[in-house]
């Protein structure tokens, strides 16, 4: 008989969490916010800034904890561990460069100030998207089957 295991509880639930939080804030919170009554470009883009920084901060604590799970549990260069480099390198990439690049771009829209067009929010989508994609495949990697 086969039977899924879990290898780490406390990962798989970290990782399953974590896609929750990207997709709850990135793929519908930061869209649906421009679509209540009463909102403006600005005021949207400062409530956009203050939750993808609280969502950049908990991340960063998801990533902090299966790093620490996987160093203490010795699994450093297991196939698992290596699939999650990607999703931590595009949350290092977003840490650094695209959120400051687009907290300064809303600031200029708050300030009257239009910055010139540019692809920032099509680089963090599709950072996004794969980041998800990468955690989901580390988390099935979490499980492995096991004959009895």
Known sequence: MNEAVVKSPLRI???FLWIGFVCAISFMEAWLKFQAPG??????????????????????VFALSLLISIISDREIKTTASKILMLPLLILLTQ???????????????????PPMSSNLHVYYVVAEVIKVCGLFAYGLQLFRSRTL
């Open 95 to 113: 840490s650094v460069w695209l959120l400051p690049a687009l907290d300064a771009r809303a600031e200029l829209y708050m300030l009257n100030h």
């Open 13 to 15: 639930s970290v990782v």
């Open 39 to 60: 909102i403006t470009l600005s005021l949207g883009l400062g409530i956009g800034r203050l939750v993808f920084g609280a969502l950049n901060k908990v991340e960063i």
